[in-house]
């Protein structure tokens, strides 16, 4: 599934590029699949970019499961590429201070990549674990011309990265947002009968905001969800979101993920 999120950020480089296609941007002619080699290749993408650059989404792993940062790349006319190499080098200190790391190897080099009808022909220096994979796939997954990724000889689509997903997946606000009231948030679940907790607090655990939130759908299915809260704050200061299930069962808390942003009045 394309989040909202994920698909708004490629609504807004494509409206830049004042265009809604794309072609092949060294002859013209729509790209053939990068060869299968082990040399460095120029690979060819078919996903335009504004001029002036635009915000995209990378995702690394919090806890065993991926987790959502926003990088801004550009300006250049290859977004999807743009957005690979983020993935390639890794968390900021910032974004592991947050709990992202990437089970992509170091130093993993992209060496080709071409989008044909819909599938991305992706060739990197490594090879990948399943996660780091997963990773990969949903970045690219973002882009409205993508729709599969083919990578080490398999094709996956959505539904082959559901299993790394968080039950809540926030991609808006990315870590180390600052954020104004009210807090919009943003993102994809599938939590039991759609149903999460959210919560606005700062430094020290004081609850600033709380409430109850519902997505599309859950229990098995993946849906979106988008909410605000009102809080209050009389200066600039550090806090989080957080977002966690009531277990059915005893009404513990689980599938906790907490977004460090700063608050601001």
Same mark, same amino acid.
Do not use: W
């Given at each position: 599934?394309?989040?909202?999120?994920?698909?708004?950020?490629?609504?807004?480089? /494509?409206?830049?590029?004042?265009?809604? #296609?794309?072609?092949?941007?060294?002859?013209?002619?729509?790209?053939?699949?990068?060869?299968? !080699?082990?040399?460095? !290749?120029?690979?060819?993408?078919? =996903?335009? #970019?504004?001029? %002036?650059?635009?915000?995209? %989404? +990378?995702?690394?792993?919090?806890?065993?499961?991926?987790?959502?940062?926003?990088?801004?790349? &550009?300006?250049?006319?290859? +977004?999807?590429?743009?957005?690979?190499?983020?993935?390639?080098? &890794?968390?900021?200190?910032?974004?592991?201070?947050?709990?992202?790391?990437?089970? +992509?190897?170091?130093?993993?080099?992209?060496?080709?990549?071409?989008?044909?009808?819909?599938?991305?022909? +992706?060739?990197?220096?490594?090879?990948?674990?399943?996660?780091? =994979?997963?990773?990969?796939?949903?970045?690219?997954?973002?882009?409205?011309?993508?729709?599969?990724?083919?990578?080490? %000889?398999?094709?996956?689509?959505?539904?082959?990265?559901?299993?790394? /997903?968080?039950?809540?997946?926030?991609?808006?606000?990315?870590?180390?947002?600052?954020?104004?009231?009210?807090?919009?948030?943003?993102?994809?679940?599938?939590?039991?009968?759609?149903?999460?907790?959210?919560?606005?607090?700062?430094? #020290?655990?004081?609850?600033?905001?709380?409430?109850?939130?519902?997505?599309?759908?859950?229990?098995?299915?993946? %849906?979106?969800?988008?909410?605000?809260?009102?809080?209050?704050?009389?200066?600039?200061?550090? #806090?989080?979101?957080?977002?966690?299930?009531?277990?059915?069962?005893? &009404?513990?808390?689980?599938?906790?993920?907490?977004?460090?942003? !700063?608050? !601001?009045?």
């Amino acid at each position: 599934m394309r989040s909202a999120a994920a698909s708004a950020l490629v609504v807004l480089a /494509l409206a830049a590029a004042g265009c809604g #296609g794309s072609e092949d941007e060294t002859s013209g002619n729509p790209p053939a699949p990068p060869p299968p !080699t082990t040399e460095p !290749t120029t690979g060819t993408e078919t =996903t335009p #970019g504004p001029i %002036g650059g635009t915000p995209v %989404g +990378v995702y690394f792993v919090r806890d065993g499961k991926l987790g959502f940062a926003e990088r801004s790349v &550009g300006p250049t006319p290859k +977004v999807a590429t743009a957005a690979l190499e983020e993935l390639l080098g &890794g968390p900021t200190a910032s974004e592991q201070e947050a709990g992202l790391a990437s089970d +992509v190897p170091q130093n993993t080099k992209l060496q080709a990549l071409a989008i044909k009808d819909g599938t991305a022909h +992706v060739e990197l220096s490594n090879p990948l674990d399943a996660l780091g =994979t997963a990773q990969v796939v949903q970045t690219l997954l973002q882009f409205e011309t993508v729709d599969r990724v083919e990578l080490e %000889g398999a094709q996956r689509e959505p539904a082959d990265v559901e299993e790394f /997903l968080p039950a809540i997946l926030v991609e808006s606000p990315a870590p180390g947002a600052e954020v104004s009231s009210p807090l919009k948030a943003s993102g994809t679940a599938n939590t039991f009968e759609a149903n999460f907790q959210a919560e606005v607090v700062e430094t #020290g655990g004081k609850s600033l905001a709380k409430d109850f939130v519902t997505a599309t759908s859950g229990s098995g299915q993946r %849906g979106t969800f988008e909410f605000e809260l009102d809080f209050f704050a009389d200066r600039q200061k550090p #806090g989080k979101l957080i977002v966690y299930e009531r277990s059915a069962e005893d &009404g513990s808390v689980i599938n906790k993920v907490e977004i460090p942003v !700063t608050l !601001t009045p």
